[in-house]
Every structure is written in C-alpha cells, then in structure tokens.
C-alpha cells in the first residue's frame, strides 16, 4: 500500500492541509506537488490511498487540477479529498473534487472542506489553517486509513450541485512594478499554467492566468501584486469575513 499526498496548492494552504491529512493515514507517505506544470497524478492502484488537497476558487477546483484529474489513471486506488477555502464558500468544489477521483478511478471513502487564510485578503481566517485544524485533519486521515483497514470502501456523498456552477475568467492578471523586477523569471518558472513570458515576466497572458497569487507570493522584490481596483473590490467584498469563524466540515 502506498499514501500519496498530492496537492495544488499555489500559496501554501492546501499543502499544509494535504500534508497533515497524510500524516494522519501514514507516518510514511509519497509527496507529488501538483501546483507545478510538469507533476502529474501517479500512477496508483489497488490498496493505494490518495489523499488529494486542492483550494477553492469560486466555488469549483482550479482548472489544472481538474485537467490532471481528467488525464489520471487510479484504478483500484481509494481517496481522501479535501476542499480548502478562504472562509466564504466551498460551493461545488467538493463534489468535482469527489467526481473526478470517481472517475479516475479513485472513489472518495472520506472528504472535507477546510478553512484557510483567503489569499487575497490574508486578514480574512488569517491564522488558518491553525493547530486545531491540523489537529482535525490528521484525525481524518487516521479515520480513513481505519475504513479501509475494515473493508469499508462506501464512496461519501458531499455537498454541491450539478452541474457545478460556472467558472468566471481571470477579472485581471497581477501587475508587475518595472523598478522593483529583477526578471529572475521565478514567477515564469512557478506559475502553474504557464501565463507568464520567461523572456519578459512583466507579459502575463489573461487566457491563462488564474489569479491563484503564486507569482506574487514568490517574487522574491514583491514585484507582483494584484492591480489596486481589484483588490479595491475584493478586499470591500471581503474582509467583513473577517469577523467571521467558520467550522470545517467532513464526511467519512
Ligand atoms: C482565484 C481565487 C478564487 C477564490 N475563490 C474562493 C471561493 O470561492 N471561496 C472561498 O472561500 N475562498 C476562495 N479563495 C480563497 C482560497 O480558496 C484560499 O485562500 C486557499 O487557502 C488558497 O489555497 P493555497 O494556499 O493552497 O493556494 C479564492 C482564491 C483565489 C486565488
């Protein structure tokens, strides 16, 4: 039996929360970071267990994910899914999450949706995941290993709708402070799509781009950064949230 720990997880979250999920099913397990363009899902099988950590971007998983998930072959295998978002709402994510392990092969014995800092107003949950979430999810990697360890491979059923909600385009892509960028070209190399031009970094195609803050995490001279009227508008539209304490929720 292998423990896969798989994660997208552009700034960090969902890597913290699939890591402790791991740890809760196995003291040993094999790490895949599916936030970058050349990983994709291993091939696993019979006895294996995935679990698989992706955050939530307007109610759905991101669309490299899903497009990994489309390509993976997990026949035999079981899975943990995990949703982890910004403290508005997970929508459909969940339940894409949970279908496309299905069709992969690697049906979801448990799942759980889980706060974390929003990434683009951090006052928002600011200090999740916390010790107590972790806590939570390694308790629910250790309950998964136990279904399985008693032949209790039942898929859990989640909330969320089909079809899923629509996924809206980049509003717009993060800008780029010509005096501060060194064109070291690490953002190039760390977005998870590709958007951005290795040869001139301040080129950042909105086809592409998802808005999901590697680049402006990584640049190393905070170069990056979303344009103000954006953030003018998420931040009004978000930070009441920040009063807010949400619980996470499983299924198992
Ligand atoms: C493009 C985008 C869309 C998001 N949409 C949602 C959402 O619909 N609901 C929510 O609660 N959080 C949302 N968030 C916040 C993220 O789900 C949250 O910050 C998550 O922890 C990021 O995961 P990561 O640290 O693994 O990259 C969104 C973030 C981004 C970048």
């Given at each position: 039996m292998t423990v896969y720990?798989?994660?997208?997880?552009p700034c960090g979250s969902?890597?913290?929360?699939?890591?402790?999920?791991?740890?809760?099913?196995?003291?040993?397990?094999?790490?895949?970071?599916?936030?970058?363009?050349?990983?994709?899902?291993?091939?696993a099988g019979k006895g294996d267990i995935l679990v698989v950590a992706a955050p939530v971007y307007s109610g759905r998983i991101p669309s490299p994910l899903a497009q990994k998930l489309q390509r993976a072959r997990l026949d035999g295998a079981v899975s943990l899914a995990l949703v982890v978002y910004g403290n508005r709402a997970y929508e459909d994510a969940l339940i894409e999450l949970?279908?496309?392990?299905?069709?992969?092969?690697?049906?979801?014995?448990?799942?759980?949706a889980f706060i974390a800092r929003h990434v683009f107003v951090p006052e928002v949950a600011k200090d999740r995941p916390n010790a107590a979430d972790l806590a939570q999810l390694k308790?629910?990697?250790?309950?998964?290993?136990?279904?399985?360890?008693?032949?209790?491979?039942?898929?859990?059923?989640v909330p969320g709708n089909r079809p899923y909600r629509a996924a809206p385009p980049a509003a717009a892509v993060p800008v780029v402070d010509a005096s501060s960028?060194?064109?070291?070209?690490?953002?190039?190399?760390?977005?998870?799509?590709?958007?951005?031009?290795p040869k001139n970094?301040?080129?950042?195609?909105?086809?592409?781009?998802?808005?999901?803050m590697r680049c402006v995490n990584c640049c190393p001279e905070g170069a990056r950064s979303l344009p103000e009227k954006m953030l003018a508008l998420v931040t009004q539209k978000l930070s009441p949230l920040a009063a807010v304490t949400r619980e996470n929720e499983f299924f198992c």
């Open positions: 720990c798989l994660y997208f997880s969902s890597r913290a929360c699939a890591q402790a999920a791991a740890g809760g099913v196995s003291r040993d397990f094999v790490e895949v970071n599916l936030t970058n363009r050349t990983e994709e899902f291993p091939a949970t279908d496309l392990l299905a069709a992969a092969g690697a049906p979801s014995i448990a799942a759980g308790a629910l990697g250790e309950r998964t290993r136990q279904k399985l360890e008693a032949g209790d491979v039942a898929a859990v059923t960028c060194q064109k070291c070209g690490l953002c190039a190399f760390n977005c998870p799509t590709g958007a951005i031009n970094p301040h080129e950042t195609d909105i086809a592409l781009c998802i808005d999901c």
